[in-house]
């Protein structure tokens, strides 16, 4: 099979119960959030996928369908509304793709679980401030400092918030919940802008990526995400390479994209789940059941275009348009 099949597939390839889960009013739901691609026609009135501008290896992702084809996944089970979108979700990096059952709670003296403390505290304070659902805190395979002490004691890290993408440089665990406590009001409330925030407190700066993608690799949780995580960077980074978007560990060059690996995010049995941050439009995109083969027509209708649209809304568990910040 050629690239070109899965292009011209990937859209009949969803299955016909997840098609049917996707009726008129969930349509609308999604609609009101991100633009809905136009489902293209070809001369015999068979749906067409998207067009690949490069980048997509036809051998990377039969090899990760392979993967896919021998797990048990639910397909049965309606994606939207499957999953929170978050008020503030805070990620850690860890340098790890695997972690601890419960990620956050595996050092009791390390930043991500001060965090994660926190957000279970505050919740119902926040509960109807800001927009989104949840205060969340994540692990990632971000790198950390190994040149610094404290870093690898878990005692001081980096923090970043999306949707809003700030970076929190070296936080202390003895000082999350000061810093949250100051901090998390003024951004739900939006009380400053971004750049009153950055001179009232000296260790924040603007992340300058254009987009962050999350892929669940919590092996320790579910091997399906531990499984299927690699094929899933694999093929999405070399989309991103063949645009010039494709930022490692060492890369810092700003409007890049970042794919990194996340622990338990929730729904193991809808593998693959995917989170995809979106800077310019402040938009969260949360796809479940997504394999390699749909990688080339998410990346082309979501991470390369300046405005994006939502292709395969069956793959959507949930997905929220920030206001501007």
């Given amino acids: 099979m050629g690239i070109t099949d899965f292009f011209r597939g990937d859209r009949t390839a969803v299955s016909k119960v997840e098609a049917e889960q996707v009726n008129a009013v969930a349509l609308a739901e999604i609609q009101k959030e ?6 293209e026609k070809d001369d015999n009135g068979d749906e067409t996928g998207s067009e690949c501008s490069g980048g997509c290896d036809s051998e990377d992702i039969e090899n990760g369908e392979a993967v896919f ?15 929170k979108c978050p008020k ?25 679980y001060k965090i994660s403390k926190w957000c279970e505290s505050h919740m119902e304070q926040y509960e109807k401030i800001g927009e989104g659902q949840s205060l969340t805190c994540s692990v990632t395979s971000q790198p950390i400092d190994i040149m610094d002490i404290d870093v690898m004691r878990h005692k001081k890290n980096n923090v970043l918030i999306l949707p809003y993408f700030i970076w929190i440089n070296d936080l202390k665990a003895d ?20 750049e009153q925030v950055i001179e009232r407190f000296p260790n924040i700066s603007l992340a300058s990526d254009k987009s962050f993608v999350f892929i669940c690799s919590h092996t320790t949780r579910d091997k399906r995400c531990g499984v299927t995580a690699p094929y ?17 560990n060492s890369d810092f ?22 989170q995809i941050y979106l800077r310019d439009t402040q938009t969260l995109i949360w796809l479940g059941r997504v394999t390699p083969k749909f990688l080339p027509t998410i990346f082309e209708h979501l991470i390369l275009p300046e405005n994006p649209t939502l292709p395969l809304p069956e793959k959507v568990r949930c997905v929220r348009k920030y206001q501007k910040w």
């Fill in 253 to 274: 060059r700003p409007d890049g994209c970042r794919v990194t690996f996340i622990n338990h995010v929730g729904g193991h049995k809808f593998a693959g789940n995917v």
């Fill in 232 to 248: 899933m960077k694999k093929v999405l980074d070399k989309l991103l390479q063949a645009h010039g978007l494709y930022r490692d």
């Fill in 34 to 39: 991100i633009e809905v691609c136009k489902k």
């Fill in 88 to 112: 503030l979700h805070f990620v850690v990096p860890s340098s790890k793709i695997d972690w601890a059952h419960d990620a956050c709670m595996e050092n009791v003296d390390s930043v991500e």
């Fill in 69 to 83: 084809s021998k797990l048990q996944i639910d397909y049965d089970t309606p994606l939207l509304n499957s999953s």
């Fill in 175 to 194: 000082r999350v919940d000061e810093t949250l406590n100051e901090l998390v009001p003024i951004i739900l409330n939006k009380e400053l802008t971004k």
